[in-house]
């Protein structure tokens, strides 16, 4: 029985208690209390590593590491757990699709298409390897809605396009394009899609069978686990076709100094003693979240930001960039610099963020230096709403002196 009660759901975090009006979900959720006691459970009573040791201990943890696993496929509909590949993050896991599967492929002059609203997370590592190969990052341009303009998107495919790189949701706008429509224009020209779904897996986890999605990544610690952790989804047949990135132990199943023959997917691409805690702590997430009527959650956080825009904008000079049901809020304040601003909000002790967002590109669009942005959680009230109001009335009454 899943359900949502904003004060009981509240309590779960302990980080609440400091006097900040924590409004920064959107950068990382803070942490529940399951999440905060398994790791320290991990921490306080486990013993070894994973996949190396036969005494007891070590074989319990390698069964819950890889029941995990389990649990992120299931989160994800996808058809096997071996086809979900741990990483540090989302960074991490578009840098391998980036240098494992694409790499090897790239010939000069093929082509990268990636969204204009991306972060950077989903924009550098295509550079790099255009960079490496001699190959094209082709930039598809956000329309007058602030989405990737799927319009565009038609005229910029080709037989030369490799990979169309596109985020599940903005970090920025909160604004989601229309995914199957992207796949299934990729496909068509035979492209494969990158998701990012740093921001997306929070608010939707999608169904990567139904979406055919090629490549999904995601990060724990935006889904109330912990830093340091995320994973990286792949259809079957691509993962088979990538190369390992990294070397050393754990990822190979025999070596000499004439070569290497490398584990099965998806452990050739875990070199390393991994962080078991982080992938217990996002275990312990999953199980929490399984309890929580998400939906309700998600409708308690946008009406929050739908309440904060609402207010805010009898600010003069108040102006959105919120994408329309989204919890997060972006916005400016003509003539006025969000630095500034910031800077005022933090000393009335609201937690928001300023500046690009790492999405510079988007920034560059939208014809601004930079934002703030309030992003609201279901852990969040009406009263972190007040907070932020009064405080920016503050604000821009000191700044207007
Ligand atoms: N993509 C998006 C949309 C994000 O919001 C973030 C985190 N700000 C990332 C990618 C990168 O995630 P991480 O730093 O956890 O790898």
Redesign the pocket.
């Known amino acids: 029985m899943t359900s949502f009660n904003p004060q009981q759901f509240r309590q779960q975090f302990p980080a609440l208690n400091d006097a900040t009006c924590y409004l920064d979900s ?2 990382t959720a803070l942490k529940p209390l399951a999440v905060i006691s398994a790791t320290e459970q991990f921490y306080r009573l486990s013993a070894g590593t994973v996949h190396r040791s036969q005494f007891a201990a070590a074989q319990r943890l390698t069964e819950r590491y890889e029941q995990a696993r389990s649990q992120v496929a299931q989160l994800l509909n996808a058809a096997d757990s071996h086809s979900i590949v741990w990483t ?5 896991a578009i840098n391998l699709v980036a240098q494992s599967w694409l790499r090897p492929r790239l010939q000069a002059g093929d082509e990268i298409v990636v969204s204009e609203a991306e ?1 950077h ?2 924009l550098v590592p295509w550079l790099m390897v255009a960079e490496q190969t001699g190959a094209r990052v082709v930039k598809w341009p956000v329309g007058d809605d602030r989405l990737p303009d799927i319009g565009q998107l038609h005229a910029l495919l080709n037989a030369r396009t490799r990979l169309v790189a596109v ?1 599940q ?3 920025v706008t909160g604004g989601c394009p229309d995914l199957q429509q992207v796949i299934s224009l990729a496909h068509g020209c035979g492209a494969k899609v990158m998701v ?1 779904g ?2 997306g897996v929070v608010h939707c986890p999608p169904d990567v069978q139904t979406l055919d999605i090629d490549f999904y990544a995601f ?1 724990a ?2 889904l109330y686990g912990p830093m340091g952790i ?1 994973a990286l989804y792949g259809k079957a047949c691509l993962l088979a076709e990538m190369v390992p990135w990294q070397g050393g132990g754990k990822m190979i199943s025999s070596v000499t100094f004439d070569g290497f023959t490398p584990q099965p997917v998806p452990w050739c691409f875990e070199a390393g003693t991994p962080n078991v805690a982080g992938v217990i702590g996002l275990s312990a997430a999953l199980d929490w979240l399984n309890d929580i009527d998400i939906a309700a959650a998600e409708r308690w956080s946008c009406e929050l930001a739908t309440q904060a825009e609402a207010r805010l904008s009898a600010l003069p000079g108040f102006r959105s960039y919120r994408a329309s049901n989204s919890s997060l809020l972006a916005f400016d304040i003509a003539g006025i610099h969000h630095s500034d601003v910031v800077m005022l909000l933090a000393e009335s002790g609201i937690a928001v963020r300023a500046g690009q967002h ?1 999405a510079q590109p988007l920034l560059a669009a939208l014809g601004v230096s930079g934002t703030l942005r309030a992003s609201f959680a279901p852990y969040n009230t009406p009263e972190d709403v007040d907070a932020l109001v009064a405080a920016m009335t503050t604000a821009l009454t000191l700044l207007a002196d």
Do not use: L, V
Not at 88 to 92: H, N
């Open positions: 959107a950068a540090k993050g989302t960074t991490e972060h997370a989903n985020g949701m903005s970090n990012d740093a921001q990060s610690h935006k995320g790492c």
